[in-house]
Nanobody, 120 residues
């Protein structure tokens, strides 16, 4: 079926950069939208960035332009470029995808997550 695998997480110093990747087992052209979420200290998942099939992007206001979402359809891979990382960015990041369809966007597919740790 659909399988998403995140990679690229790790330990970095504050101010550094990291690029997360999400590899899909199916053509990502089949998705209405894809997004990166991250876990809050209260274990909630909040959206970091999203990208639609028409290439429209959306970002969490708190990121202040530090993160960039992109995709490579030929490689079936979603990316999240993270620059000027801060300790507050430390958490688990998840890749998710929504199938094509009508109505609200439903992120039905989720990866296992990848840990990002930013040290002071």
């Amino acid at each position: 079926q659909v399988h998403l695998v995140e990679s690229g997480g790790g330990l970095v110093q504050a101010g550094g950069s990291l690029r997360l990747s999400c590899s899909a087992s199916v053509s990502i052209s089949a998705f209405r939208a894809m997004a990166w979420y991250r876990q809050t200290p209260r274990k909630e998942r909040v959206m970091v960035a999203s990208i639609t099939s028409s290439d429209s992007t959306d970002y969490a206001d708190s990121l202040k332009g530090r993160f960039t979402i992109s995709r490579d359809n030929a490689e079936n891979t979603l990316y999240l470029q993270m620059n000027n990382l801060k300790p507050e960015d430390t958490t688990v990041y998840y890749c998710t995808a929504a199938p094509l369809g009508l109505g609200e966007v439903l992120y039905d597919y989720w990866g296992q997550g990848t840990q990002v740790t930013v040290s002071s």
